[in-house]
């Protein structure tokens, strides 16, 4: 079993929809990371939590710590959030990834 | 400063040649990340330093692999004698301390063998 799991692995959705992608991890850790990963393109950091929730935008990550479960929200989706979002979770020294969210939004 | 930079983006070689890949991070930040992305798959952990010390090796990182980071500014990544397995996307990232604190990614150095 992964460290990092996230589900679903891919995500159809129509413009507009809101979109939720989950991530649970097994391990301790300080932070929890969520990056987006355009095709062919670098590694953009989105939130960087630690507890409760962040917004920004029509962006919304959360965090439990309790259950080891976060989620990220995308309210009033648009093609252009096409894109791999990958959760990653950070120790003391390292980081462990998900398999990452391939997110396609038709319009 | 523009960011964490990676040269060259894309390098074609045969099987058996060793390959050097280059990264400038963020010039005040003191780690320094390496990854491995293939097709399809998250990005996998191989090596890390503060400053000019390595302080953690992957196990996914063979005795082919060799990382420096001499003066805790630039590091390089050399692959000997590479293999077709070792295709794959080689990330960079940089932070100042620890994993709690805002990981920038540069855009990754492509590795294709052939």
């Known amino acids: 079993k992964n460290e990092v799991e996230q589900s679903p692995q891919n995500l159809t959705a129509q413009e507009g929809e809101f979109i939720t992608i989950n991530c649970s991890y097994s391990?301790?850790?300080?932070?929890l990371h969520w990056l987006q990963q355009h095709p062919g393109g670098g590694i953009v950091s989105l939130f960087m939590l630690s507890s409760g929730k962040k917004k920004h935008g029509r962006l919304i990550a959360t965090i439990n710590i309790q259950e080891k479960h976060s989620s990220l929200h995308i309210t009033a989706s648009h093609p252009r959030d096409s894109a791999v979002y990958i959760c990653a979770v950070a120790g003391n020294n390292d980081m462990r990834f998900g398999a990452g969210t391939r997110l396609t939004v038709k319009p | 400063d523009t960011g964490v930079s990676q040269n060259p983006r894309h390098k074609i070689t045969k099987r058996g040649q060793n390959v050097t890949f280059r990264c400038d991070p963020i010039?005040?930040?003191?780690?320094l990340y390496w990854y491995r992305q293939t097709l399809g798959q998250g990005p996998e952990f191989l090596t890390y330093f503060q400053n000019e010390a390595q302080l953690e090796k992957s196990r996914l990182l063979s005795d082919r692999f060799s990382a420096e980071r001499p003066k805790g500014s630039f590091s390089t990544l050399e692959i000997q004698r590479t293999e077709q397995g070792d295709s794959a996307m080689y990330l960079c990232?940089?932070?100042?301390?620890?994993?709690?604190?805002?990981?920038?990614f540069g855009a990754g150095s492509r590795l294709t063998v052939l």
């Open positions: 391990v301790g850790i300080s932070a």
């Open positions: 010039s005040e930040h003191n780690r």
């Open positions: 990232a940089s932070s100042l301390g620890a994993g709690a604190n805002v990981l920038t």
